[in-house]
């Protein structure tokens, strides 16, 4: 058999090879090495395939068959990833040439054909953002607690840049003077009805707290003393800093000074074991609140007459304005209680405790209800209050309010005011004294 007739057979035997392995749908023949294959070599599929993917175990190499547009269409088309990589193609064990290497250098992010190390440096980023982010934000938030903190002591320094001249000041204004002798100044001086502000840093700063009188929801009562003076320290706690910003405000009115209503001297924050102290400072009654003096004592009908009488002044003063260049807004106290009310050596009353007030100006029509979201005492508030019926727009129905818990007060005096030798006294409900159904004769009439 000459060379040429070797050539036909040769070409005549390989064209029958490819038919008989593309069989009669014209599939391709493709290199198999995955576990899929299982034993075999090769496989038939619509194209060929070579697949490189990287994982956490390590590189894995596939090579095999595609079947069906589906399948050929999802894999083909996807472009490299940071992990993985496809080549496909449409010729007979077309897929036998590809490496690992060669599909190794398909992966976009693969620097020196190391793309393990660029995921889980990805993976490290995603895990430590949010605990560096979390940790900024507390950090940041620890920082503002602080400042805050700072920011309410702040105001009292606020001349600090010219200490020496206040110093001087307040040297001048204080000295050996009486606290009558200051607030004799202070009511001429057009600054309210307490002490100008710099004597009132100076005041507050030189108390001696000597015995704690009180305690309520509010804070503490403290006996203190102030060049050898009583004064009464009301000590507020941080939580409650709306009332005693509402109650240094009112107290600060102009010709708000008034003999049945407690004196008012300075106000003013310090910082005391870490911690920010909201004082108030006014004139000290050892006989204390109308409360208490009505559990020890039972009174004369001259003195509760008296005690009446001059509650009702400080209440009238209260709710009048005055009108002038300075003049003075209405004033609805809105707490009004035994427990709120002082009893002074002259066996008189001053009411106190100004931190729910309300206060109206006829000139703009104005009312100031304050930001303080508390409200009285239930056993002293009016019907309208309980059911949530009161005008809150109208001035005139917080003096209704007034007039409501007065009434409940006077009873609380004349229970405890004899005549005759003979007293009327009832049970009491939590400490508050209450009405009996009948009284005693000779006392009903008081």
């Given amino acids: 058999m000459d060379r040429c007739s070797v050539q036909v057979f040769l070409l005549l035997l390989l064209q029958t090879l490819q038919t008989s392995a593309e069989g009669s749908d014209g599939q391709l023949v493709c290199l198999c090495d995955s576990p899929k294959c299982l034993q075999a070599t090769l496989c038939q599929g619509t194209r060929c395939f070579s697949s490189v993917k990287v994982s956490s175990s390590g590189v894995v190499f ?16 996807t472009n490299p990833s940071f992990h993985q990589a496809i080549f496909c193609c449409s010729q007979d064990m077309c897929n036998s040439n590809t490496t690992t290497s060669s599909l190794m250098s398909l992966l976009p ?79 001429t001086s057009g600054s309210g009805s307490g002490l100008p502000f710099l004597v009132q840093r100076t005041v507050a ?47 600060n009115t102009v010709l708000l000074r008034h003999e049945n209503i407690l004196g008012f001297m300075a106000s003013d924050m310090t ?49 009048t304005e005055i009108f002038g260049t300075e003049g003075k807004p209405a004033i609805a106290h809105r707490d009004l209680k035994s427990k709120n009310i002082l009893v002074t050596k002259e066996l008189r009353c001053s009411i106190a405790d100004l931190g729910l007030a309300v206060t109206h100006s006829q000139a703009d029509n104005l009312l100031d209800v304050g930001n303080n979201p508390k409200v009285g005492t239930k056993r002293y508030m009016a019907p309208e209050v309980l059911d949530e019926t009161i005008q809150t727009d109208c001035f005139d129905a917080y003096k209704r309010v007034d007039i409501w818990a007065f009434g409940l007060v006077l009873w609380e005096i ?12 009832g049970e009491t409900d939590e400490g508050v004294l209450v ?6 004769a000779d006392c009903t009439a008081h």
């Fill in 205 to 251: 700063r030189q108390i001696s707290l000597m015995e704690c009188v009180g305690k309520g929801r509010y804070g503490e009562v403290w006996r203190g003393q102030w060049q050898g003076e009583n004064v009464a320290v009301k000590i507020f706690s941080s939580r409650d800093e709306k009332s005693w910003f509402r109650e240094t405000e009112i107290y």
């Fill in 271 to 319: 910082s005391r074991n870490s911690s920010t102290q909201l004082w108030l400072i006014t004139h000290y009654h050892e006989n204390g609140s109308l409360y208490d003096y009505l559990q020890r004592v039972a009174v004369e009908m001259s003195e509760g007459l008296a005690m009446a009488a001059s509650i009702a002044c400080g209440l009238v003063h209260l709710h």
């Fill in 414 to 425: 004349a229970r405890r005011t004899y005549s005759n030798d003979s007293l009327c006294s």
């Fill in 62 to 77: 596939e090579r095999g068959c595609l079947e069906g547009l589906e399948k050929v269409l999802l894999h083909c088309s």
């Fill in 109 to 187: 992010t693969a620097p020196e054909g190391e793309p393990v190390r660029y995921r889980v440096e990805t993976l490290a980023l995603f895990v430590l953002g949010p605990v560096v982010v979390l940790a900024l934000l507390s950090l940041v938030s620890v920082l503002a607690c602080r400042r805050l903190h700072h920011g309410r002591l702040q105001r009292l320094q606020e001349f600090d840049t010219e200490q020496g001249a206040i110093d001087g000041l307040i040297s001048s204004n204080v000295g050996d003077s009486t606290l009558a002798d200051l607030l004799d100044h202070s009511c």
């Fill in 435 to 440: 009405p009996e159904p009948l009284c005693q």
